[in-house]
């Protein structure tokens, strides 16, 4: 009986035949924490006395950089010095959210075991990388030990299949799964996530779908290594590490096996306050919107910003909207910047803040008024996501954000396109 790519991932760390539901102590490859999270993993290492750390880490300062106040301008000043006495890797402010910087860094590659803390952990499964977000404390007893325990999970199988039609994107494509598998639908499963569609994805549009896996209670998404996964690795890794490919055996077992042709899907939006509350686009063209934001670990890439540039160019931000864009990465603006993308949203009326993930998680740079409506790019929309409870958030791809900003409301982004 073969195996799925989660049971072949457990199994080579444990250093032992695993099936889904089996559990093992495994070896980590990688781990990471970032600002909201990484004051309480140098806390609990300290508790544990550990002198070195046993598995690979990085910090990453993103989720308020700049430092909006006093009290988080001294939990960066405790991950600088961290980071200095154990010799631990750091991304400081503006270099970009850690969903980004981290794949770019060419530190973790296909069918290796990575732990963050940090929901959205998930995204690296665009790389055939099993991983999954855990709690500080779980991160830190990984450091020191080198390992921790698993559980493996059943796995999912998701084909799509079809032509993708103008106006939609990846994020089109997560969001309409998630919509019919619902949020607690892949509770502590992996998802693997194939067919022509998938196929066709570039890598950046690969990432939004695998980001977004755990918003349907997913442990990992994985996505096919194939020639595009290479080719994106290539340039970014050490010359002297191997790329082993991944994938499950023909004959693997799977949960469930879920299929979705997306030739006759229309742009898809998440209304509050559930990403799992998803309407087409054209079906709520009478909200008005206060905010939009583009940007965060889901569509803060290049891709993204070109689609938005060129909805965007030679067009106005509607003068009632408030449009703010975050690249998602250092790399990603220095691009956008001398591609002339910067230059479009300024002329527009947009405004373009460091590489991180404030707006996203509410810490700062564009938290809304009471009852204030925003349409973002992100991966949630809870209450109080994006720092108001009292706001509303709706979900969309980067067209639809921004040809909701040009509007003033919520668009459907074909007419720009």
């Known amino acids: 009986m073969g195996k799925t790519i989660a049971e072949k991932i457990l199994s080579t760390h444990a250093g032992k035949d695993l099936r889904a539901g089996d559990f093992a102590v495994c070896k980590v490859d990688f781990t990471?924490?970032?600002?909201?999270?990484?004051?309480?993993?140098?806390?609990?290492?300290?508790?544990?006395?550990?002198?070195?750390?046993?598995a690979k880490f990085c910090m990453v300062i993103d989720h308020s950089a700049p430092s909006p106040s006093e009290g988080v301008s001294r939990v960066h000043k405790k991950m600088r010095i961290f980071s200095r006495d154990y010799e631990a890797a750091l991304y400081d402010i503006g270099c970009g959210v850690c969903h980004q910087v981290i794949?770019?860094?060419?530190?973790?590659?296909?069918?290796?075991?990575?732990?963050?803390?940090?929901?959205?952990?998930?995204?690296?499964?665009a790389l055939g990388v099993f991983a999954t977000g855990v709690?500080?404390?779980?991160?830190?007893?990984?450091?020191?030990?080198?390992?921790?325990?698993?559980?493996?999970?059943?796995?999912?199988?998701?084909i799509v299949s079809g032509k993708v039609p103008k106006g939609v994107f990846a994020k089109d494509i997560i969001l309409h799964i998630i919509g019919d598998?619902?949020?607690d639908g892949a509770t502590y499963s992996a998802v693997e996530f194939c067919g022509p569609a998938i196929g066709n994805l570039d890598m950046d549009g690969r990432f939004t779908i695998s980001n977004m896996a755990v918003e349907m209670g997913a442990k990992a998404g994985f996505m096919p290594v194939d020639k595009k996964t290479?080719?994106?690795?290539?340039?970014?890794?050490?010359?002297?590490?191997?790329?082993?490919?991944?994938?499950?055996?023909?004959?693997?077992?799977?949960?469930?096996?879920?299929?979705?042709?997306?030739?006759?899907?229309?742009?898809?939006?998440?209304?509050?306050?559930?990403?799992d509350n998803v309407r087409s686009?054209?079906?709520?063209?009478?909200?008005?919107?206060?905010?939009?934001?583009?940007?965060?670990?889901?569509?803060g890439r290049l891709a993204d910003l070109k689609v938005a540039?060129?909805?965007?160019?030679?067009?106005?931000?509607?003068?009632?909207?408030?449009?703010?864009?975050?690249?998602?990465?250092?790399?990603?603006?220095?691009?956008?910047?001398?591609?002339?993308?910067?230059?479009?949203?300024?002329?527009?009326?947009?405004?373009?803040?460091?590489?991180?993930?404030?707006?996203?998680?509410?810490?700062?740079?564009?938290?809304?008024?009471?009852?204030?409506?925003?349409i973002?790019?992100?991966?949630?929309?809870?209450?109080?996501?994006?720092?108001?409870?009292?706001?509303?958030?709706?979900?969309?791809?980067?067209?639809?954000?921004?040809?909701?900003?040009?509007?003033?409301?919520?668009?459907?982004?074909?007419?720009?396109?």
Not at 137 to 148: F, P, S, W
């Open 103 to 125: 794949p770019e860094s060419g530190d973790i590659l296909p069918g290796e075991l990575v732990l963050g803390a940090d929901s959205h952990t998930c995204t690296y499964g």
């Open 181 to 183: 598998v619902k949020a």
């Open 32 to 54: 990471f924490g970032q600002d909201g999270t990484s004051a309480i993993i140098i806390d609990r290492i300290k508790e544990l006395g550990a002198e070195k750390l046993r």
């Open 376 to 417: 973002s790019s992100a991966n949630r929309n809870f209450k109080g996501r994006m720092g108001n409870p009292d706001a509303f958030i709706y979900l969309g791809s980067p067209a639809t954000v921004c040809a909701s900003a040009i509007e003033g409301k919520i668009a459907d982004p074909r007419k720009y396109l």
């Open 309 to 374: 540039a060129g909805i965007l160019k030679s067009r106005k931000v509607h003068k009632g909207v408030r449009f703010i864009i975050a690249p998602a990465s250092k790399t990603i603006f220095l691009e956008a910047l001398n591609s002339g993308i910067i230059d479009v949203f300024v002329k527009a009326g947009a405004v373009v803040v460091p590489a991180g993930c404030g707006p996203c998680v509410g810490t700062h740079q564009g938290v809304p008024a009471d009852g204030e409506i925003v």
């Open 230 to 275: 290479l080719e994106w690795l290539k340039p970014r890794i050490a010359k002297n590490r191997k790329i082993k490919k991944i994938e499950a055996d023909s004959d693997a077992v799977y949960a469930k096996v879920l299929k979705y042709d997306i030739s006759k899907l229309k742009p898809q939006v998440a209304c509050p306050h559930a990403v």
């Open 281 to 299: 686009a054209d079906s709520l063209k009478n909200v008005n919107i206060n905010e939009a934001y583009l940007g965060t670990c889901t569509n």
């Open 135 to 158: 709690g500080s404390t779980d991160l830190a007893i990984t450091l020191a030990a080198g390992k921790n325990w698993f559980k493996v999970p059943e796995t999912i199988k998701i």
